[in-house]
């Protein structure tokens, strides 16, 4: 994720967000403790099985950057 930060503030981007599964609450939990703000939600319809998808945004990449540096001792 760092790198992702980094690489996007290279190229001058000042936000960044991503979507996830609601029912996945492992990777919902590392993108919060990564300083991401829920955003948006969307239903997809899969043949009939209904997924609901949270984005994830973190309006300042530099919060991003900076709390992937901090976590990343820590296993993140």
Do not use: K
Request: aromatic share 10%; hydrophobic share 45%; charged share 25%.
């Amino acid at each position: 994720m760092l790198a992702l930060a980094e690489n996007l503030t290279a190229h001058r981007f000042v936000s960044a967000g991503l979507w996830v599964f609601e029912r996945n609450v492992r990777a919902r939990a590392f993108y919060e403790r990564l300083g991401g703000v829920r955003g948006d939600s969307n239903s997809l319809d899969f043949d009939g099985t209904v997924l609901t998808e949270l984005a994830n945004v973190w309006r300042d990449i530099s919060d991003l950057r900076q709390r992937t540096a901090e976590l990343g001792s820590a296993g993140v």
